[in-house]
């Protein structure tokens, strides 16, 4: 079974540009996350769907980070402007929820972005 | 505040040796609990999870974890190390029946050959 994928793996943006984070969840989960890891902040959840359904936008990351979730088994997270704050390591991870029971997350490689 | 604590930033062991990565909890209820390790340049992976029952859970590659309420802890374990073993191992709950993922900032491990 493919796991989640992420694409591309890394990214280098100027500053004020926009860039588009993929990620393909694995066949079959319902819920989707995409998180933002840095060093000093850890991991932090940037957005949530549940089948399709933005349920989560991160307070902190509404201004420039939009996520969408066109069908069940494609997302993308599109970052406008970048700034050099915004360097980190992205990841996507799915999970198979049902009758309200949250199950483990599967994470995807991440894509490390850097801003210049 | 949900939150949860990896107390140890570094471990260090021989190859060989026997292993605990602390980790504690403060969430109201019991939360599900889980171990993920991240190798280098990769994303996580789950090692084990806890959800109810039997405190002391089996993951893979001999890894275990005992859940203590009234310790408010999730320590990982592992009988013997290996060089392999070293990546970095983040702790994190959810509520019981809840998405949400709390994150530990994380604890490097590493193993001397």
């Known amino acids: 079974d493919a796991g989640v994928t992420q694409t591309p793996r890394h990214e280098v943006a100027e500053k004020g540009q926009t860039i588009i984070l993929k990620c393909e969840p694995v066949s079959g989960h319902n819920d989707l996350f995409w998180y933002r890891q840095t060093k000093i902040q850890g991991l932090e959840l940037l957005s949530y769907f549940r089948s399709k359904s933005l349920m989560e936008d991160g307070g902190a990351f509404k201004d420039r980070f939009k996520a969408e979730m066109l069908n069940s088994s494609f997302s993308t997270l599109k970052i406008q402007p970048t700034e050099p704050k915004d360097s980190a390591v992205y990841l996507c991870?799915?999970?198979?929820?049902?009758?309200?029971?949250?199950?483990?997350?599967?994470f995807g490689p991440g894509t490390r972005l850097t801003v210049l | 505040a949900q939150s949860v604590t990896q107390p140890d930033a570094r471990v260090t062991v021989s190859e060989g040796a026997s292993l605990q990565l602390r980790c504690k909890y403060s969430?109201?209820?019991?939360?599900?609990l889980f171990w993920y390790v991240q190798y280098q340049r990769q994303g996580l992976q789950l090692l084990l999870k806890?959800?109810?029952?039997?405190?002391v859970v089996q993951g893979v590659n001999g890894f275990e974890a005992e859940f203590s309420k009234s310790d408010s802890s999730f320590h990982l374990r592992k009988a013997s190390v290996h060089w392999s073993d070293s990546a970095v191992y983040f702790c994190a709950a959810s509520p019981n029946m809840g998405y949400k993922l709390t994150f530990g900032t994380g604890t490097s491990l590493l193993v001397d050959p």
């Open positions: 991870a799915s999970s198979f929820s049902d009758w309200g029971l949250y199950a483990e997350q599967f």
């Open positions: 969430y109201s209820g019991t939360p599900y």
């Open positions: 806890y959800y109810s029952g039997d405190p």
